[in-house]
């Protein structure tokens, strides 16, 4: 079996062929906590995975907190092959380098631009322990960098989703105070580190205020963990310009889901045996 | 004249009426979202 990755790349593309608008998210969080793994072994895992997620055509990638556990160096290298960007909104390196990440990203899906905002923890590195040097990597305040780059994202976007790797009561005080994000999908990786909590898709909304008595609630959906489950929501943009946010499910991913073969004849039957194949050839595509 | 005008006025103005249509237009997205992704290629349950 090839595991989750393949049946939720069935699940989107099963959509697209409905004729449906899919954007396919990752909120972050793709490198494991668990230190002991050995670098090189590592990043051939990580390979693999982000030549699946190719094939399964992600849209965009949060930059999460374990991401930046092996460097900036290690992150750049095993992401060098990755067909979507990933988001850093308030993570980068410092002068006289290029950018982790992008600071946003900007869809085109169909008729519908959609922004997309991706933050972490400002406080990352006590949360990671990182076990090599990363003082080249500056991370600033999430609230502040949502604050610079909505206008901006709000001017080319219909719609902003927000990609965040922050805990729950940090997200909602971005929502309620900064007005134009439509909807929030908080990672796992980061709430399993402050509370080792896991949870599934689940929704809880946000009210803010719109001005004389009008309130407006910003679901928060939150990403399941361990590829069990994958969550779906709809956005719906009227002829107004205004977007409702609607449709909030789980899909279970189990054997009841038809896989992608594209991504199944990547990752194999056996991810140990696949990673052993490739390691006997160069990589498709490597630069 | 004037009220041939005021005819042929009205009467555009009745078609352009009819023709407009009244059912909103609306864009639709499907947004999947996943998190935690390494634990995907792990076998899925079940």
């Known amino acids: ?287 | 004249m004037k009220r041939i005008c005021a005819v042929i006025l009205a009467t555009l103005t009745i078609c352009t009426t009819v023709s407009i249509p009244s059912r909103a237009h609306s864009k639709e997205l499907t947004i999947l979202y996943t998190g935690d992704l390494l634990g995907h290629l792990t076998p899925a349950p079940g």
């Open chain 1, 1 to 287: 079996m090839a595991g989750g990755l393949a049946r939720i790349a069935g699940v989107a593309q099963a959509l697209r062929n409905e004729g449906k608008n899919v954007v396919l998210l990752d909120s972050g969080g793709l490198f494991p906590t668990d230190k002991k793994q050995v670098p090189i072994r590592l990043k051939k895992t990580l390979e693999l995975a982000i030549d699946a997620m190719n094939a399964a055509q992600y849209d965009v990638m949060n930059l999460g907190p374990t991401e930046l556990t092996l460097g900036s160096s290690f992150f750049r290298q095993t992401f060098q092959n990755a067909s979507f960007p990933v988001v850093a909104s308030n993570a980068g390196l410092k002068e006289g380098t290029e950018p982790l990440g992008k600071p946003y990203a900007i869809l085109q899906c169909d008729e519908i631009t959609v922004g997309v905002i991706g933050i972490m923890p400002a406080n990352t590195f006590a949360l990671i322990k990182p076990t090599i040097k990363v003082d080249d990597i500056k991370i600033v305040d999430p609230e502040a960098a949502v604050a610079q780059l909505l206008p901006e994202v709000r001017r080319q976007a219909q719609a902003v989703i927000l990609l965040s790797q922050c805990n729950d009561f940090l997200t909602r005080r971005i929502l309620m105070e900064a007005p134009g994000i439509d909807l929030a999908i908080r990672g796992n990786s980061g709430s399993r580190i402050t509370t080792a909590k896991t949870s599934s898709c689940e929704s809880t909304g946000v009210t803010v205020s719109r001005g004389e008595g009008a309130t407006l609630t910003i679901p928060v959906y939150t990403a399941s963990s361990r590829g069990a489950e994958l969550g779906s929501v709809i956005v719906n943009i009227d002829d107004q310009g205004a977007v409702t946010v609607r449709g909030g499910r789980v899909i279970k991913i189990d054997d009841s889901v038809k896989p992608d073969l594209r991504v199944t004849a990547i990752l194999g039957n056996d991810i140990a045996q696949t990673l052993k194949n490739r390691a006997a050839r160069p990589r498709v595509g490597q630069k």
